[in-house]
Structures are given as structure tokens and as C-alpha cells.
């Protein structure tokens, strides 16, 4: 992608991936994985700026994700940490976890995506914290999610749109 090679791992443990260990990415993915960190990449032009599915235990740390449809996209994923990032320009969401358990999502700036900034959707005990999110349809978006926790953020949104929503939810 974009001249970068495509790393879809799966069913690895206990990795940490950065600029040192992979120089050039052009798209990142972990599958059924553990114990893995991200950290210190830059991420554009693809479907998914990263992927963690069903994968546990597991970082990312100060990547820049933009012109994606996603930046950063968690699915079936539990105990993530999703902290100090850069999600921007992205086409559907910045941040985006579906099906996911006790994951935090902190300390990021995500600005200017298209339809929504950072969402949890059919998710449990999760927490949404000191995040900067501007410029989007939906600033922060909870869908079908329980005992979910959101506070300290920031939020804009677009002119037209939403800055906060919380959807079919309960318990948050």
C-alpha cells in the first residue's frame, strides 16, 4: 500500500512494533494476538490506519493515522489501551472499537474525520478519557454499549452534527 509493505499478523504474543523494528508500513494488522505494543507510526491511505481484531492485552501509543477510512479500528478486542494518538482526516471515524471488552481509549487528538470522531459500539466497561475531538459529525459515540465510561474530554463537532450521542446504551 502506497509502496509499503502489508503486515497482517496473526496469533502473535508478545511483540512490540515501532519505526526501529518495522522501517515502512502501509498497513498494520494484528489477528488473535496478545501482549503487543504499537508504537511510533505513522499510518495513511487504507481501509484501516491499524487493526487490532480478537486481540488482547494489547497497546498502541503515539500513532498518526489519516486519510483512512478508519484510523484506528478495534474489534472483538479486550484490556486495549488506545493512548496518544493522532487520529485525523479519516473518512468514517478517527477511533472506532465494535464488539470490545475494558478497553480505554485516553489522551488522544482526533480531529476532523468525517462521520465521527471516536465510537464504542456493542461494547462493555469501557472508558473514554481526556481526549481532544473536534471537527466531526459525532464527536463521541456510544452504541449498544454498557457501563461504559466517558468523562475529562474535550468535544466539538461540526456545525450540524453531534458532540455527544449515546444510543440504545446503558448503565454509562
Same mark, same amino acid.
Given at each position: 500500500?502506497?509502496?509499503?509493505?502489508?503486515?497482517?499478523?496473526?496469533?502473535?504474543?508478545?511483540?512490540?512494533?515501532?519505526?526501529?523494528?518495522?522501517?515502512?508500513?502501509?498497513?498494520?494488522?494484528?489477528?488473535?494476538?496478545?501482549?503487543?505494543?504499537?508504537?511510533?507510526?505513522?499510518?495513511?491511505?487504507?481501509?484501516?490506519?491499524?487493526?487490532?481484531?480478537?486481540?488482547? @492485552? !494489547?497497546?498502541?501509543?503515539?500513532? $498518526?493515522? +489519516?486519510?483512512?477510512?478508519? &484510523? /484506528?479500528? #478495534?474489534?472483538? *478486542?479486550? =484490556? %486495549?489501551?488506545?493512548?496518544?494518538?493522532?487520529?485525523?482526516?479519516?473518512?468514517?471515524?478517527?477511533?472506532?472499537?465494535?464488539?470490545?471488552?475494558?478497553?480505554?481509549?485516553?489522551?488522544?487528538?482526533?480531529?476532523?474525520?468525517?462521520?465521527?470522531?471516536?465510537?464504542?459500539?456493542?461494547?462493555? @466497561? !469501557?472508558?473514554?478519557?481526556?481526549? $481532544?475531538? +473536534?471537527?466531526?459529525?459525532? &464527536? /463521541?459515540? #456510544?452504541?449498544? *454499549?454498557? =457501563? %461504559?465510561?466517558?468523562?475529562?474530554?474535550?468535544?466539538?463537532?461540526?456545525?450540524?452534527?453531534?458532540?455527544?450521542?449515546?444510543?440504545?446504551?446503558?448503565?454509562?
Amino acid at each position: 500500500i502506497n509502496s509499503k509493505p502489508i503486515y497482517y499478523l496473526l496469533n502473535q504474543s508478545n511483540l512490540t512494533i515501532d519505526s526501529s523494528t518495522f522501517l515502512e508500513i502501509g498497513y498494520l494488522a494484528f489477528i488473535n494476538s496478545t501482549n503487543i505494543n504499537v508504537k511510533d507510526l505513522t499510518l495513511t491511505r487504507n481501509a484501516q490506519g491499524i487493526l487490532f481484531a480478537y486481540t488482547s @492485552n !494489547s497497546t498502541m501509543n503515539n500513532i $498518526n493515522t +489519516t486519510d483512512n477510512w478508519n &484510523g /484506528i479500528y #478495534l474489534k472483538g *478486542s479486550s =484490556n %486495549c489501551q488506545i493512548n496518544g494518538n493522532n487520529a485525523r482526516n479519516n473518512f468514517d471515524y478517527g477511533i472506532a472499537a465494535r464488539l470490545c471488552l475494558n478497553c480505554t481509549i485516553s489522551r488522544n487528538n482526533v480531529q476532523n474525520n468525517n462521520w465521527g470522531g471516536i465510537s464504542f459500539g456493542t461494547s462493555w @466497561n !469501557s472508558k473514554i478519557v481526556d481526549n $481532544n475531538v +473536534t471537527n466531526s459529525y459525532y &464527536g /463521541i459515540h #456510544l452504541v449498544d *454499549s454498557t =457501563n %461504559c465510561l466517558v468523562v475529562g474530554n474535550t468535544v466539538g463537532k461540526k456545525d450540524d452534527g453531534y458532540s455527544v450521542v449515546v444510543y440504545r446504551s446503558f448503565d454509562n
